[in-house]
């Protein structure tokens, strides 16, 4: 069977024995672990850059909530650079920019992703005032009503380092994922990055290093414990 690039990068959909799919359901198991003074309701997930592979850990994540049982509401809250349409294979026609200008309704925004359990809300067409749209206070109140139809919702962002967008969504979370990229980015950057989220209120709950390369001993490990979902 022919498979495209989205869907390798969709690994929890494609290969859930994998050692790349056992990670992802780790840091589901460590996130609900986070969680013994508070819920993790909303969760967003950032960068420090463009690159470093954000969007699919979310994509990721977001299958391994849904293969758990979870009912999950994944969100791409970044309106100048979207991707989820593209991982997922969905229509961007509407979605988030357009739910936050009030020109659709909810129901024509959420789509189904083809994965149980699992509904989107793309971010529709790039709009010309992305960071005046997520900080109007509409994102929050549509948040708040989601929280009554899904167990976990998921918030894709914009770079941190980039634009205040992802500031903005990280505010309103119940706890922030940073995803940085092995050899990619500078610790700098990376302290910097951990010092606007922290100005924001947001509070970090875990981070994810991308591309590491792991040794013989850590893939044996991988592989005695094997597939549990």
Known sequence: MHRSANDSKLIMNVNRRSQISEGYRNIRTNIQFSEWNHRLHVIAVVSTQAGEGKTTTIGNLA??????????????????????????????????????????????????????????VTAGPIPPNPTELLSSGKLQELIEGWKESYDVILLDTSPIMAVADGLIVSSISDGVILVVKSGKVKREYIRKTKERLEHAKAQIIGVVLNHKKISKSEARHYNYYGYRD
Do not use: M, W
Request: glycine letters at 6%; aromatic letters at 4%.
């Open 63 to 120: 299958v391994a909530y849904a293969h758990e049982g979870k009912n999950v509401l994944l969100i791409d809250a970044d309106l100048r650079h979207p991707s989820i349409q593209s991982l997922f294979k969905v229509s961007n026609r509407t979605g988030l920019s357009k739910l936050l200008a009030n020109q659709c309704s909810h129901e024509e925004a959420v789509q189904l992703s083809g994965i149980e359990n699992l509904s989107l």
